[in-house]
């Protein structure tokens, strides 16, 4: 099993729709998630940090389920410029970095 | 968060070429950053650790011999591909992770290398 799993899609949705990813993550021990974004033959750049609490911003709102292992990213009202591929990436220790980085999920926002 | 430079952006060379890429924190001083290496379609598979003034810590699979990386002040870490080859042709990505418990990692804009 993988260290952090993603449903690659691709999801096609249009434009104005909600769209949910879930990203599931094996170490009961992970301490940081966050949710980065990367575009065709950029760098990831960071979308959101993901708090126990869930947390918001704007359109997006991330959050965490320890007890299942899991986090989400919801986008509301999804713009074409939402089109990217969106990479969950897990933190296995506070201190110490042990990044592992999702395979990532497609998302493809359509007019 | 921290702003991560890497120069340079695109590189196309002959095979057997050694290739050196630089990674800059801008605004922070970095003890430790971390190089990346993503090939199409596929995710960011860590390479190795750089520290700075002492050896970096290379990933299981990774060739130090092949990958050197050289940390030799706060702002700066430098990877060299020696001798490549194409199947080394990659996006070759920096990172930095500010102080402090479960901060994110800022990444540099990656290197494209296209070794014919």
């Known amino acids: 099993r993988k260290e952090v799993e993603q449903d690659p899609g691709p999801f096609n949705v249009p434009e104005g729709a909600t769209v949910a990813f879930n990203c599931t993550y094996s170490?009961?021990?992970?301490?940081?998630f966050f949710w980065y974004r990367q575009d065709c033959r950029k760098e990831p750049k960071l979308l959101m940090s993901?708090?126990?609490s869930g947390n918001e911003d704007g359109r997006f709102t991330a959050q965490l389920n320890r007890a299942s292992q899991y986090i989400s990213l919801l986008i509301r009202d999804s713009k074409l410029s939402d089109s990217a591929t969106y990479l969950c990436?897990?933190?296995?220790?506070?201190?110490?970095?042990?990044?592992?980085f999702g395979s990532g999920t497609r998302l493809s926002i359509r007019p | 968060g921290a702003v991560v430079s890497q120069h340079p952006s695109r590189v196309i060379c002959k095979s057997g070429t050694s290739v050196k890429i630089e990674c800059r924190s801008l605004?922070?001083?970095?003890?430790?950053m971390f190089w990346y290496r993503q090939f199409p379609k596929q995710s960011l598979m860590l390479m190795a650790t750089?520290?700075?003034?002492?050896?970096?810590?290379?990933e299981q699979g990774v060739e130090k011999d092949k990958f050197l990386i050289n940390h030799a002040s706060l702002t700066l870490s430098t990877l060299t591909v020696t001798s490549a080859h194409p199947e080394d042709s990659s996006f070759y990505i920096c990172?930095?992770?500010?102080?402090?418990?479960?901060?994110?990692?800022?990444f540099g804009d990656g290197t494209r290398l296209s070794i014919l």
């Open positions: 750089s520290n700075e003034g002492s050896k970096a810590t290379y």
């Open positions: 990172s930095v992770q500010t102080e402090g418990p479960n901060q994110p990692q800022h």
């Open positions: 990436v897990v933190n296995m220790y506070s201190s110490a970095s042990k990044i592992i």
């Open positions: 993901v708090y126990s």
């Open positions: 605004d922070f001083q970095a003890t430790t």
């Open positions: 170490n009961s021990a992970s301490q940081s």
